[in-house]
């Protein structure tokens, strides 16, 4: 069964009206969400700026009344995948003046190691969900964001995944079978019984 797309046409008060009261509430989780998607700080804002634009820009598709937190975790998915695609079709840049930059300056013989003793024990539990949570292939690490962080039901994740249910089901089963190996021997340590 195909979606029916209907085009409103919202006034300019109605739009800003349906941009602060149902998009900017969001912003947080989306921010989480694009954060947990790319990594890094200012990818997630560059993402989540992108998203917002776009939200805006074809504000008159938008249903209201409907999940705009769906509807933004959609958009957002969706740019991620298509700037992954162009990137990854890109060669590697390196900025040779940053380069030399760095290697003539005194900060070159500083010792830049961090003491990981003092790091590890700073967050640890979080710090390793975290990072089995990273180390995960990004659709596995989607489907567990958005249903077990974000609290998504299967066919909301179906829509903003545009995937069927079971894919969404099958995805998600795996995605917590492979963070539940990551985590195994960490649990083990923890003094959890792990089967």
């Not at 947080?28 to 990818?43: I, Q």
């Not at 560059?46 to 008159?60: E, G």
């Not at 991620?80 to 900025?95: G, H, L, M, T």
């Not at 539990?125 to 990072?131: H, T």
């Amino acid at each position: 069964m195909e979606e029916e797309f209907i085009k409103n046409n919202y006034t300019d008060a109605q739009k800003q009206e349906i941009f602060d009261k149902e998009f900017m509430p969001q912003i947080n989780a989306m921010y989480n969400f694009a954060y947990r998607l790319t990594l890094e700080r200012d990818d997630a804002k560059d993402l989540l700026q992108d998203t917002y634009l776009k939200a805006y820009r074809f504000i008159d598709s938008f249903q209201q009344g409907t999940n705009a937190k769906a509807w933004l975790f959609r958009i957002l998915k969706n740019s991620f995948i298509n700037d992954y695609r162009k990137k990854s079709k890109e060669p590697a840049k390196v900025d040779y003046q940053e380069v030399e930059t760095y290697y003539n300056s005194e900060e070159v013989d500083r010792q830049i190691t961090p003491d990981l003793r003092v790091e590890s024990l700073g967050n640890m539990i979080g710090d390793e969900i975290s990072n089995a949570l990273n180390a995960l292939d990004v659709d596995f690490r989607t489907v567990i964001i958005l249903c077990d962080l974000e609290g998504f039901k299967y066919e909301e994740m179906a829509k903003i995944l545009d995937i069927p249910i079971g894919t969404v089901r099958s995805r998600l089963h795996r995605a917590r079978n492979l963070l539940k190996e990551k985590l195994s021997e960490y649990a083990k340590s923890m003094g959890y019984k792990t089967a």
